[in-house]
């Protein structure tokens, strides 16, 4: 049986991450090259990973090998490029800038705390240490998938994946429901059981699943080798890191207004629950509902959010037939899904992020409860609020009270 673990260092490629951070990665460059920021490590479980903290510390020095080759730069040029375009996604000096960069491991401190926990802190320009997030989860993750499911093989993967999509497509058939409509894309990077084990998945799912259906992946690496379509939207410390940067009340207006000052609405996926859905739909404005080709959904109860998105863009005017949802929190190919798709498939395009539930998915494995989120912008705390409470985070009481304040959050 094939091994689900490839030899030499996890991170092998700075393309090896998903595609939202290269576009968070120019934002930065563009609008906030002095900004300061701070970003933890949190398991969200009573795991164990201190043991590990040896072997995360050695891959994460080893980044610093990692360069942009020129085959990496032609392929970030490519990205977005139209005919007739001057550029695509990233323009020339963002590019140029790429050519030259490199991460510091010393912006990251490793080391186990006074809970025996594994900790780990970014710390350092906003530019630097960006990409320390992915591949920070993505190596802890494996090395602890190495410890926990040493003798994990690739049949067992593909069996368990095989049996998971004829089980939905089958009840598709049974609910005579045609799925040229949806799309489903990979988001599985950052708690990956290996690059293997994610490479082998994408590659089942782009054959298993009917045509146009599989629509690619947010890891760039993946998706060159396999001449996919890279996918990517917007994270949270977008929205979060604008608590400091801008006006409170209004940081979720700026940080909107500032992606389309940057991107000019492509890429144009709106991230709806930094301070909860229901305060975003209040700064989700006419002018950026229009700009924005869809809304991210990462927490929450799924209907009930695609109900309020429908019924918010109807208010503005708009026909939310012209805009898509795409649903992240957790996904799987499930009945779950396919009532989604019933549901709402004729009133919106509906898109599905699908993760650790294919990436990390061999027998006896549960997913590790990891996150590696923005604590602090320019020396002062930032937070999530959560649509799911057990997935906010905030580290000061007194600032994490006066957002909840301030934007109506439910106790």
């Known amino acids: 049986m094939r091994g689900q673990f490839r030899p030499g260092r996890?991170?092998?490629?700075?393309?090896?991450?998903?595609?939202?951070?290269?576009?968070?990665?120019?934002?930065?460059?563009?609008?906030?090259?002095?900004?300061?920021?701070?970003?933890?490590?949190?398991?969200?479980?009573?795991?164990?990973?201190?043991?590990?903290?040896?072997?995360?510390?050695?891959?994460?020095?080893?980044?610093?090998?990692?360069?942009?080759?020129?085959?990496?730069?032609?392929?970030?040029?490519?990205?977005?490029?139209?005919?007739?375009?001057?550029?695509?996604?990233?323009?020339?000096?963002?590019?140029?800038?790429?050519?030259?960069?490199?991460?510091?491991?010393?912006?990251?401190?490793?080391?186990?705390?006074?809970?025996?926990?594994?900790?780990?802190?970014?710390?350092?320009s906003w530019l630097d240490v960006i990409h320390f997030e992915v591949f920070v989860l993505t190596i802890v993750s494996e090395i602890r998938h190495r410890h926990c499911f040493p003798e994990a093989s690739i049949e067992q993967q593909k069996e368990c994946m095989a049996h998971k999509v004829a089980d939905f497509l089958d009840k598709a058939k049974a609910m005579d429901l045609d799925l040229s409509g949806l799309q489903v894309f990979d988001f599985g990077t950052r708690r990956r059981v290996s690059y293997t084990a994610h490479w082998e998945m994408i590659n089942y799912l782009r054959r298993a699943?009917?045509?146009?259906?599989?629509?690619?992946?947010?890891?760039?690496?993946?998706?060159?080798?396999?001449?996919?379509?890279?996918?990517?939207?917007?994270?949270?410390?977008?929205?979060?890191?604008?608590?400091?940067?801008?006006?409170?009340?209004?940081?979720?207006?700026?940080?909107?207004?500032?992606?389309?000052?940057?991107?000019?609405?492509?890429?144009?996926?709106?991230?709806?629950?930094?301070?909860?859905?229901?305060?975003?739909?209040?700064?989700?404005?006419?002018?950026?509902?229009?700009?924005?080709?869809?809304?991210?959904q990462d927490s929450g109860d799924p209907a009930l959010f695609a109900k309020k998105a429908i019924a918010h863009y109807q208010r503005l005017g708009i026909d939310p037939r012209t805009k898509a949802i795409i649903f992240s929190d957790a996904q799987d190919l499930n009945q779950e899904l396919l009532n989604l798709y019933q549901e709402f498939g004729q009133q919106v395009q509906v898109q599905v992020g699908i993760g650790s539930k294919f990436s990390a998915d061999i027998p006896g494995c549960n997913v590790p409860s990891i996150v590696m989120k923005l604590v602090q912008t320019d020396g002062y705390p930032v937070a999530k609020l959560s649509d799911s409470p057990e997935k906010s985070s905030c580290l000061s009481q007194a600032f994490e009270t006066n957002l909840k304040e301030t934007f109506n959050y439910p106790k």
């Open 10 to 124: 996890i991170i092998q490629s700075l393309l090896d991450t998903d595609l939202y951070k290269l576009f968070t990665h120019q934002a930065i460059f563009e609008l906030f090259t002095d900004t300061e920021v701070a970003m933890q490590f949190q398991v969200r479980s009573d795991e164990d990973f201190s043991p590990y903290v040896a072997e995360v510390r050695a891959e994460v020095e080893a980044l610093s090998d990692l360069r942009f080759s020129q085959s990496d730069i032609w392929y970030l040029q490519s990205l977005g490029r139209q005919p007739g375009d001057k550029c695509g996604y990233f323009k020339p000096a963002f590019i140029n800038y790429l050519s030259h960069y490199k991460l510091n491991p010393r912006l990251c401190q490793i080391s186990v705390n006074n809970q025996a926990q594994l900790a780990i802190e970014a710390k350092g």
């Open 209 to 296: 699943l009917p045509k146009d259906v599989f629509a690619g992946t947010s890891n760039m690496h993946i998706a060159r080798e396999m001449q996919l379509d890279s996918f990517g939207t917007q994270g949270h410390e977008w929205f979060m890191a604008h608590q400091q940067l801008a006006v409170l009340h209004k940081f979720q207006r700026k940080a909107l207004r500032n992606w389309i000052r940057v991107y000019q609405g492509d890429p144009g996926y709106a991230l709806t629950d930094t301070v909860g859905m229901d305060a975003f739909f209040r700064d989700f404005d006419r002018y950026s509902a229009k700009l924005y080709d869809g809304l991210r």
